[in-house]
Nanobody
């Protein structure tokens, strides 16, 4: 059974930082591309950051987000800095290899003073 378990969300003040984690089990982690998506209130789910199996990274805002992976730990990370209220939402981990794709349940991030 494939599982993606996110953690690290919570309440943070504007300008603060959070580091999300995603532990993947049930698949060979290091051959899967990993992504973080988010769904903010009133918006559709959007892609935030990706990291390929080979380690190539891409984010929607390199000044705010950084994605990484630790293959020996089957874990991916999303570092988020200078958070703003509009970053509030549920953040989802996603894994894909070819036509196989998997989602986590999400972790809530709330940016508020």
């Amino acid at each position: 059974q494939v599982q993606l378990v996110e953690s690290g969300g919570g309440l943070v003040q504007p300008g603060g930082s959070l580091r999300l984690s995603c532990v993947v089990s049930g698949v060979i982690f290091n051959i899967h591309d990993i992504a973080w998506h988010r769904q903010t209130p009133g918006h559709e789910r959007e892609l935030v950051a990706t990291i390929t199996a080979g380690g190539r990274q891409n984010t929607i805002d390199d000044n705010k987000f950084a994605i990484s992976r630790e293959n020996v730990e089957n874990t991916a990370y999303l570092q988020m800095n200078n958070l703003r209220p509009e970053d509030t939402g549920v953040y989802y981990c996603y894994a894909r290899r070819r036509s196989d794709e998997y989602w986590g349940q999400g972790t809530q991030v709330t940016v508020s003073s």
